[in-house]
């Protein structure tokens, strides 16, 4: 977890009010904005983009072992290393989804279940 350098310090500058700008400056620097009720917003947001990323995360890993899973019960059973045509509707698939990105991800996701060619 990271430590704002204003808290690290110990010391907190406070402005003419007496208000904490140290704080209001690390809730700035975390969420680019030093608008209170925006910054909440932000710090809501990034606790599900968080949940997003791990389930992301799992998911690939789930994916990957079960790719090579299955080729290595191809290989085993005399197989091909590769199905390219699989692997074209995969591509194909991610591209109508999400476009050029969506090559890119796909052409990750089957290294990551063959490793490279």
């Not at 910054?39 to 599900?48: D, L, P, S, T, Y």
């Not at 091909?80 to 995969?90: A, K």
């Not at 109508?96 to 279940?113: E, I, S, V, W, Y």
């Amino acid at each position: 977890m990271m430590t704002d350098v204003a808290e690290q310090s110990g010391s907190l500058a406070k402005n003419h009010d007496g208000a904490d700008t140290g704080a209001t400056a690390a809730a700035t620097a975390r969420t680019g904005t030093g608008d209170s009720a925006a910054a909440e917003r932000i710090v809501a947001i990034r606790e599900r983009i968080d949940e997003i990323d791990r389930t992301i995360i799992a998911l690939w890993q789930e994916r990957a072992a079960l790719s090579q899973e299955v080729g290595a019960t191809r290989l085993a059973s005399g197989g091909t290393r590769l199905v390219l045509s699989r692997e074209r509707e995969i591509l194909e698939r991610f591209r109508q989804a999400l476009g050029a990105d969506g090559t890119q991800l796909a052409l990750l996701l089957l290294r990551a279940g063959r490793g490279p060619l």
